[in-house]
C-alpha cells in the first residue's frame, strides 16, 4: 500500500519559515492535499491539489511538489499556526485515500 | 453553511455492532461523495469509507472492509457507518467529511466534529 511519511515535529520561531514534507514514492504525479487540525477541533483543509488555497486561507500558506516529495510551507509564523498538519493523497492504483503520517507545528 | 451532525458513538464491546449516522444540511447532499474518517486518540488521521453522489461504488480501507459498510439516503440527507464485529482497535473519534467533488479523488472540504466510538471489555 501507498504510504506518506512526515517528520513527527516541526519548530519554528514567530515569523520565520516553517517547511513540512511528505513524502511518498512518485508522489509528484499524485494531487497532494494538506490539512490542519487545532488541538480539540476537527481537521480544515488548507492546500488542494498541490498548491491550491481554499477561501480564507491566508496566503502565508503554500505547497509545492515535486519528485518523491511535496511541501507545505507557512511564511511569517504565526502563534496561530500551532498545530497537527497532514497530507493527503487519493492512490488510484488501489483505490484507497492515503493520509500522512502528521506533523506537529510548534511555534516557539 | 455546511453543517455535518454526527451521532451513535458509544461504548460497546469487542464483537458487537454499531450503526453511526450523519446528519448533512447547507449543500446539496446528493451532488457529493461523503467519507467516514477516523482518528484513534493521540493518533492521526485514518480514511475508513468513501461513498460517491449515488452511492456506488462504495470504497473501503482494509483494516474495516468486510466489517463496515458506508451507505447513505440521499432523501434524507443522512450518510451511515454500520460497523459489524468491532475490535479494540476501531476505537476512535469518527469524523463524517464531505468530498469536494461527486466522485473518488477529490480533497475532503468540510467535516464534522465527531462521534466517539470505545470498544472495550
Known amino acids: 500500500s501507498y504510504v506518506l511519511t512526515q517528520p513527527p515535529s516541526v519548530s519554528v520561531a514567530p515569523g520565520k519559515t516553517a517547511r513540512i514534507s511528505c513524502g511518498g514514492n512518485?508522489?509528484?504525479?499524485?494531487?497532494v492535499h494538506w490539512y490542519q487540525q487545532k488541538p480539540g477541533q476537527a481537521p480544515v483543509l488548507v492546500i488542494w491539489?498541490?498548491?491550491d488555497r481554499p477561501s480564507g486561507i491566508p496566503d502565508r500558506l503554500s505547497g509545492s511538489n515535486s519528485g518523491d516529495t511535496a511541501t507545505l510551507t507557512i511564511s511569517r509564523v504565526e502563534a496561530g499556526d500551532e498545530a497537527d498538519y497532514y497530507c493527503q493523497v487519493w492512490d488510484s492504483s488501489s483505490d484507497h485515500y492515503v493520509f500522512g503520517t502528521g506533523t506537529k507545528v510548534t511555534v516557539l | 453553511e455546511v453543517q455535518l451532525i454526527e451521532s451513535g458513538g458509544v461504548v460497546v464491546q469487542p464483537g458487537e455492532s454499531l450503526r453511526l449516522s450523519c446528519a448533512a444540511s447547507g449543500f446539496t447532499f446528493d451532488g457529493y461523495a461523503m467519507h467516514w474518517v477516523r482518528q484513534a486518540p493521540g493518533k492521526g488521521l485514518e480514511w475508513v469509507a468513501l461513498?460517491?453522489?449515488?452511492?456506488?461504488?462504495?470504497y473501503y480501507a482494509d483494516s474495516v472492509k468486510g466489517r463496515f459498510t458506508i451507505s447513505r439516503d440521499n432523501g434524507k440527507d443522512s450518510l451511515y457507518l454500520l460497523m459489524n464485529s468491532l475490535r479494540v482497535g476501531d476505537t476512535a473519534l469518527y469524523y463524517c467529511?464531505?468530498?469536494?467533488?461527486?466522485?473518488?479523488?477529490?480533497?475532503?472540504?468540510?467535516w464534522g466534529q465527531g462521534t466517539l466510538v470505545s470498544v472495550s471489555t
Open positions: 461513498i460517491t453522489w449515488d452511492g456506488d461504488p462504495t
Open positions: 491539489h498541490d498548491s
Open positions: 467529511v464531505k468530498d469536494m467533488g461527486a466522485v473518488a479523488g477529490n480533497p475532503f472540504d468540510s
Open positions: 512518485n508522489i509528484g504525479s499524485k494531487a
